[in-house]
């Protein structure tokens, strides 16, 4: 940082207020709150960033620098290439700066043209995305930033409820709504769909039976 200041009382290695830093570049800025233990915040705390490409807002517990504890982060993300924007919120439980534990993640994109977008956040697949815009809300078990037990749910209709690795649905339920108005309901057992499925047609027709027997 080329500069960094400090505003508040010190006592010792213990210092409670705030810094302010600016990157040598001057492409990030930042500004801690709280109390710092040799220079890294220490307990109840919070963190903004402004960068050229998002904005950072940070507050909670924390140790050695990061959130360790409950916390939150709030993400707005300027325009992408694709015209893309972003503004996402995580409340939870963090360890070293990761979501880590339970928590609740939600997301809203707009800007978004047609093209079969897919969009991982947390980990997660969110696949076949054309709306101009949508929020992905997700809630459950993470370990090291990424969903690992819980539900996704997405504001077009689909939606996951179970255990994920590798960014895919690997044990339990899957709703999808076709652009036709079809509504399915599937099992997921191993990564892929099986079992029995509930499919209810735009025509009003339902089939409810063994996903490998579906027409």
Same mark, same amino acid.
């Given at each position: 940082?080329?500069?960094?200041?400090?505003?508040?009382?010190?006592?010792?290695?213990?210092?409670?207020?705030?810094?302010?830093?600016?990157?040598?570049?001057?492409?990030?800025?930042?500004?801690?709150?709280?109390?710092?233990?040799?220079?890294?915040?220490?307990?109840?705390?919070?963190?903004?960033? @402004?960068?050229?490409?998002?904005?950072?807002?940070?507050?909670?517990?924390?140790?050695?620098?990061?959130?360790?504890?409950?916390?939150?982060?709030?993400?707005?993300?300027?325009?992408?290439?694709?015209?893309?924007?972003?503004?996402?919120?995580?409340?939870?439980?963090?360890?070293?700066?990761?979501?880590?534990?339970?928590?609740?993640?939600? #997301?809203?994109?707009?800007?978004?043209?047609?093209?079969?977008?897919?969009? #991982?956040?947390?980990?997660?697949?969110?696949?076949?995305?054309?709306?101009? @815009?949508?929020?992905?809300?997700?809630?459950?078990?993470?370990?090291?930033?990424?969903?690992?037990?819980?539900?996704?749910?997405?504001?077009?209709?689909?939606?996951?409820?179970?255990?994920?690795?590798?960014?895919?649905?690997?044990?339990?339920?899957? #709703?999808?709504?076709?652009?036709?108005? #079809?509504?399915?309901?599937?099992?997921?057992?191993?990564?892929?769909?099986?079992?029995?499925?509930?499919?209810?047609?735009?025509?009003?027709?339902?089939?409810?039976?063994?996903?490998?027997?579906?027409?």
């Amino acid at each position: 940082w080329s500069v960094s200041r400090f505003q508040g009382k010190v006592y010792d290695n213990i210092r409670e207020g705030f810094y302010r830093g600016v990157k040598a570049d001057g492409s990030i800025m930042v500004t801690r709150n709280g109390v710092f233990v040799d220079s890294m915040l220490d307990g109840q705390g919070s963190v903004t960033y @402004s960068m050229a490409d998002k904005n950072i807002r940070e507050d909670g517990i924390y140790a050695f620098g990061n959130l360790c504890g409950k916390g939150a982060r709030k993400i707005v993300m300027k325009p992408d290439s694709n015209g893309i924007s972003e503004s996402s919120v995580y409340e939870g439980d963090f360890l070293t700066g990761n979501f880590n534990g339970h928590g609740h993640y939600v #997301t809203d994109l707009s800007g978004i043209s047609p093209h079969n977008w897919t969009f #991982t956040r947390c980990g997660v697949k969110v696949k076949n995305i054309n709306d101009p @815009s949508i929020t992905i809300e997700m809630d459950g078990s993470f370990e090291e930033g990424k969903l690992i037990e819980g539900n996704v749910t997405v504001s077009t209709g689909y939606r996951m409820e179970g255990k994920f690795v590798s960014g895919e649905l690997h044990e339990g339920k899957e #709703t999808v709504v076709y652009h036709d108005g #079809t509504r399915a309901e599937y099992t997921v057992s191993g990564g892929v769909r099986s079992g029995d499925c509930r499919i209810e047609y735009a025509d009003g027709s339902v089939y409810e039976g063994p996903y490998k027997n579906m027409k």
